[in-house]
């Protein structure tokens, strides 16, 4: 079991521009969470899939922000015109019935 | 407001000797987890608790739900032991996790 695998590890964008983070699942998990972490903020909930369909985007900031799944086996967060403030490691977790959750490795983005 | 508050916030302890780290919410929650956050960042589950106590080698957490609280207890603290421990509850309405602000352990030789 290779565990939740994001890529890539690091990127670095300049401001203004477009970054996608791609999270794999663990095989056989019907869950995935997007969560982000910060010096300031510590960690925070963004968004979450179940079987697919977006279930809760409660953390998502509501400008340039989207996320996608669409098949079991990866998710796709993807933010538009990135700003300096968007810097931060993503993590990704997914969970099968029950509520554990297992993190992947995180990305950490850096934007200029 | 902090919903999830862990104390201490950073801890030192010589090798082989025993602490407690504590996680108090403010929420209602059915599970706690706990997680170590290793130098490189990734976090490593530790434990996954309904109310009640799980032990694992030198690990022990305890989740009391009346009391709104869980305990990670460390013995015979080793060197690997360092890096920051973060505790996260669900909320009862759904499956997100909120974390505490963790607490940074070095373990000194």
């Known amino acids: 079991n290779a565990g939740v695998i994001q890529t890539p590890r690091h990127k670095v964008t300049g401001k203004g521009q477009e970054a996608t983070l791609w999270c794999e699942p663990i095989s056989g998990h019907s869950a995935v969470f997007w969560y982000r972490q910060t010096i300031v903020q510590g960690l925070e909930f963004l968004t979450y899939f179940r079987n697919q369909a977006p279930i809760d985007d409660s953390g998502m900031p509501k400008e340039r922000f989207s996320a996608q799944m669409p098949n079991q086996s990866h998710s796709t967060l993807k933010i538009q015109s990135t700003q300096p403030q968007d810097s931060a490691v993503y993590l990704c977790a997914s969970s099968s019935q029950g509520w554990e959750q297992y993190f992947g490795p995180g990305t950490r983005l850096t934007v200029l | 407001g902090d919903q999830v508050k862990q104390s201490p916030s950073a801890l030192s302890l010589q090798e082989g000797t025993n602490s407690a780290l504590r996680c108090n919410f403010s929420?209602?929650?059915?599970?706690v987890q706990w997680f170590l956050q290793n130098p490189r960042g990734s976090l490593m589950n530790l434990f996954y608790l309904v109310p009640g106590t799980k032990e694992n080698g030198r690990l022990k957490s305890t989740f009391n739900s009346k009391e709104s609280y869980s305990t990670l207890h460390i013995r015979d603290a080793q060197l690997e032991d360092s890096g920051t421990y973060f505790c996260?509850?669900?909320?009862?309405?759904?499956?997100?996790?909120?974390f505490g602000g963790g607490t940074r352990l070095t373990v000194r030789p």
């Open positions: 996260a509850v669900n909320n009862n309405a759904g499956a997100k996790l909120t």
């Open positions: 929420i209602a929650t059915t599970t």
